[in-house]
C-alpha cells in the first residue's frame, strides 16, 4: 500500500485581527502555512511522489484536540491510511504541552506514523524509536504557555472593558455595533422601533402573547432570525415569537442604557461551560450606551405583567414528555376538573392549522400510554422466554479471540525493537529492515481490522445481552404489581409521547418498542 501524507494547517481565532479579518502574523496564515509545506514536499525526492490529503481547521484553538479536521485526521490513521504527517511547527499540531507529546512519544511511534515539523527540524524517521528530544519538549511546553498567557491576557483587557462599560458578549436585539469601536452598542434603526412598540404595548395593557401573536402574523423576524443564526436541531419551521421570547426582552434592564456585565465567567482555561457570577460581583455600568425606553417604561411594562405564583421546583413527576407531532415543541397544560395538555403553536402563529388538533386530557392519556405498556411486558415477558441461552458461548469465544489478536499486535512491538537491534549490529541489511517493517505494518494494519470487527461484533453482543437483561427486570419488576401500582411506575417506561391530533399518538419507550418493525 502506497504512503500518504496529511498536510495539517490550523489558524485560532486568536491569530486573526478582528478589525482586518487578516493573521496578524502573516507566516502563521492558512496559505502561508501551506506554501511552506509544498514547498518543503517538492525538495524531498521520497515526500513528492506519494499522494497527500489535506486537513485544515480555521479559527480552532490548540489548546483543544476536539477540532473537525484533526479528529478526521486522526480516523484515518487508525484506519492505516495515512502514514506521514507534516505540519509548519508543533504550535499548528497543538499547543497542549502533553497532549503534543503524548502524539510524538507514543501514539504516532505505536501506529507507525512518521512526524514532520518543519520549523521545529523534526522529523520522528531521523529518531529511530528514541525520544524527540530536550529541545522539542521545551518548544511544545513554551507553546502551552503562551497559550495560558495569552488567556490571561485576554480575560484581563476584558475585564477593563467591562469595566468602562463596554460590552463583550453578543449584541443586543435593538442594537448593532460600530465597525469602527466594535465594543460600543448604538440603536439599531430596523429593530430598535420593534422593541420600544414591545415595551409601548405591553404598558398599554396587552398581554405577551397577544403580542406574541401579532408580531408573527405580520412577519417580523425573531433576534436570531434576523441575526441569521439557526440552533442545532431546530426544526424546519419557521422561528417565533413567544410568551417566553417578550418577557425576556421586557425583563432586560440594558434596554434602559445600563450596561450588566460578567454575569458568567468560565473558572479555567479549555472550560466548555461558563458558570454563573453571584450577583455582588455583576459590573453595572449606567448611562453606557444610548437608551431606548426610559427607566420609568421599564418599570411601568414590569408592573403591567401579570403576576405569578412563587416559582416552585418541580419533581421528576411533575415533568411530563409530551410533545407536539407537527411542530416539535412540548406541550402546555391547563387546570381544570382535569389536568389538559395542548400545543401552544396555534397561540403565536394562527397559520398552524394542524397543531390544533393536538388537545388531551391527562385521565385519557394515562389510560392510553397505560394499555400500550401492558402490551409491551406481556410482548417482552414472551419474547425474553423464547431467547436461547446459547449465546453466553458465543462471548466467551469472542473474548478469547480479542486477547489473542490484541496479544499478536502487542508483540509487533518487541518485534520492531528487535529487528532494529538486529540493523544496527549488522546482522540484517538495511533492504531486511525495511522489508521486515513493512510486513510489521502489513500485518499491523490486518491485526487492527480484525480486532475492529471483533470488538464490533463483541459490542453487538454485549447490547443484546443489556437488552435482555433490561427486559428481564422489567417483567421481574412487573409481573408482582397491580394496576395501580403499574400506573405509578408508568413514566418511568416512557421516553416520549409525540401527539398527532385528538385520537392518534406515538410511544417512544425507553427500551426498545418491540411492535415496531426492522
Known sequence: MKKCIAVYLRLSLEDVDKRTNQAKDESNSIAAQRQLIQRHIALNPYLSGLPQMEFCDDGF???????????RMIDLIRDGKIQIVIVKDLSRFGRDYLEVGDYLEHIFPFLGVRMISINDHYDSEQNLGNTAGMDVAFRNLIYDYYSKDLSKKVKTAMRVKQRDGGYVSCCLYGYRVLPQEKHKMVIDPETAPIVRRVFEEIIAGKSTSQVARELNAEGVPTPLEYKGVRRKNQSDKKPLWTHQRILEMLRNIKYTGCMVNHTRESRKIRD????RVPKEEWIIHENAHEAIVSMEEFEAAKDALRKVRPYKKKTERDVYPFYCAHCGRKLQKTFGNDVHFYCATPYWNEEEHSCKEVRWDKTRIEEVVLEALKAQIAMM????????????????MLRQ???ILTGELKSGDSQKVQSYLDYREGRITREDFIALRAQREQRARELQEEIARTEA???EYLDAEEQAKKERAITRKTDSLDEESLREIMYD??????FVDGQNIEIVWKFDDLFRTA
Request: aromatic share 10%.
Open 61 to 71: 484553538s490548540g489548546t483543544n484536540f476536539q477540532r473537525p479536521d484533526f479528529q
Open 272 to 275: 466548555k461551560a461558563q458558570y
Open 381 to 396: 415477558t414472551v419474547q425474553s422466554r423464547g431467547k436461547s441461552k446459547a449465546v453466553q458461548p458465543k462471548g466467551t
Open 401 to 403: 479471540k480479542l486477547k
Open 457 to 459: 461484533e463483541y459490542q
Open 493 to 498: 417506561a416512557v421516553k416520549r409521547v409525540n
